[in-house]
């Protein structure tokens, strides 16, 4: 079945701290993935769509520059925090489809536990 | 704008005794309707779609269905292992693939 790996899978860091996160696609291509932010006891947000060869389209409220967005292969889409504060700390998940947007499941990595002391 | 209501917020129940998930949806053109499992401190994971009212889908202890505006997720006999929480999430023809998330329920299954 489709899998997605997302890496690190937790962050400790100090504040000012720039932090990558790893979405990919282990057995499938994928043009397009979504990163989502997930609070304690919360559903996931939306934070971005990632299309690879092009730039990410994000939702409103969402800080491009804070939260910088690279797809550069049909395999992997990264997640970078600039700066990060404490308010930043959170649950990121990333999610692809196998096969096309409006006829597929989007499957979900493991997600990434940011804390930022 | 479309939304999505998951009903209770929280459910504890004995093993073996079964009973029902709401999800009521209100979207501009339904393009899908999506059952996820998430354990604690996992991603979701995928366990069903439905695209038109009446359709149903089963997985073991669990069966999906579908009306114009809600989704249930039926839970027959379950095992302590159910626990979970369980999100419903739509999709749209106007967004793109994009999901729009219930907030889950938050069930609990004791032996």
């Known amino acids: 079945g489709a899998v997605v790996s997302q890496h690190p899978s937790r962050v400790i860091c100090k504040s000012g701290t720039s932090v990558k996160i790893e979405c990919r696609s282990l057995?499938?291509?994928?043009?397009?993935m979504f990163w989502y932010r997930q609070f304690p006891k919360q559903s996931l947000m939306l934070m971005a769509t990632s299309n690879e060869g092009s730039k990410a389209t994000y939702e409103q409220g969402v800080e491009k520059d804070k939260f910088l967005i690279n797809h550069a292969s049909l395999t992997l889409s990264t997640l970078t925090v600039t700066s990060a504060h404490p308010e930043d700390s959170s649950f990121y998940i990333c999610?692809?489809?196998?096969?096309?947007?409006?006829?597929?499941?989007?499957?979900f990595g493991d997600g990434t536990r940011l804390s930022i002391l | 704008e479309d939304q999505v209501t998951q009903s209770p917020e929280a459910l504890r129940l004995q093993e073996g005794e079964s009973s029902s998930l709401n999800c009521s949806y209100t979207?501009?053109?339904?393009?899908?309707l999506f059952w996820y499992r998430q354990d604690p401190g996992k991603g979701p994971e995928f366990l069903f779609t439905?695209?038109?009212a009446g359709e149903e889908k089963e997985k073991e202890r669990l069966k999906a269905t579908l009306t114009k505006k809600e989704s249930f997720l039926h839970i027959t006999a379950p095992k302590p292992e159910d626990s979970a929480t369980y999100l419903c999430a739509v999709r749209a023809y106007n967004q793109g693939g994009k999901l729009i998330f219930g907030q889950g329920t938050e069930l609990s299954v004791k032996p």
């Open positions: 999610s692809a489809h196998q096969g096309g947007p409006f006829l597929s499941p989007q499957h």
């Open positions: 439905l695209y038109s």
């Open positions: 979207v501009s053109g339904l393009r899908g």
């Open positions: 057995d499938f291509q994928a043009t397009t």
